[in-house]
């Protein structure tokens, strides 16, 4: 009955084969919860330990919730179903496979710290819940892409040898992550993979036999009228609204720029929509150009804060209104944070 319990399973979850032929060394998943995307990665993980002596990273935020939380507590649901007679233990921060190690468990946050550490038997990277649900959004690292990106070069050394598998639940398809440079991943649509050289996407849409099963579920059918269950049960993005975006027309008129996270934006006005735009497009020219923070300050530029400035300021008043329109998705999530800081 066990065997074909997880034959059943095989058919009805998450396939970590289909992306493992595009051979990408940066792989995100997203689907709705429950699809099985941890459980899969995983099993497969442990079983590439077993039969190769790879060794995985599993990565979180924070060291705290390494302390709280440990390295071995997240696996061992497979251990005890997959692989009953192997003993794990953890020491420290790492997990131990019959007394070998096979996971090295590292925050963000030590970026820096192991950079004179060597990972020679490391060849995957586990990032689950890379996103972050919207009250939750202040848990983000500071630089944290960034920080990701000095681990994964610590570890890897530009030979090409890890693979990173960033595990996500629809939240939004706009996070840190898909708009980095490095990555530049767009909106796609449910059941869609997109790839890059070296990056690829997935939108995962599972199978029928498993959005059956979940139809039967009774919390299911409470929460399904729900916005809880638009992101749970029906794997929509619920934090992509179109609230508030908008193209401008040709009437509206440039009143200033403002720089934020290295990229600038231009803010428009149209006196007979009575509207603010926010906008990718901007006149390089423009000699009134705002800057929030310390690391987006430049030549030409002013470092200010609302009080100080009438513009701003007026940026603020008009966004609390609801006068404001952002030209894209992408840049409403980009400038969001820059809009909270001048409220």
Known sequence: MKEVKKMEDK????NLNEILTYDKNFNFINSKRGSGKTYTLQKWLIKQFIKKQRETVYITQFISELDDIGIKQPFTKVLENEYP?????????????????FCYGIALTEAQKIKKMSFP?????????????????NSFVKNEVDEFLSIYSTIDRYEDRVKCFFLGNT???YNPYHT??????PSIELGEIWTSENVLYQY??????????????RFAKMIANTEYGKYSVLGEFTEDTDDFIEKRSGKAKELFNFIFNDVRY?????????????SDKYNPNMNICYTLTTTDHRENTM???TSKSSMLKYLSDNFRYGNVRFESQAIKKKTMEAIKMIL
């Open 11 to 14: 058919e009805m979850y998450w």
């Open 85 to 101: 007679n192997v003993e794990a233990v953890q020491i420290g921060h790492d997990l131990y496979l019959d007394s070998k190690i």
């Open 121 to 137: 038997s490391v060849y995957y990277i586990m990032f689950d819940e890379y996103m972050k649900e919207q009250a939750k959004k």
């Open 171 to 173: 939240t939004t398809q």
């Open 180 to 185: 980095h440079k490095a990555f530049k991943i």
């Open 204 to 217: 995962y849409k599972p199978k029928q036999i498993f959005e059956d099963k979940i139809g039967k579920s």
């Open 266 to 278: 231009g803010v428009w006005r149209d006196l007979n929509e009575g509207k603010l735009y926010i």
């Open 303 to 305: 470092l200010t804060k």
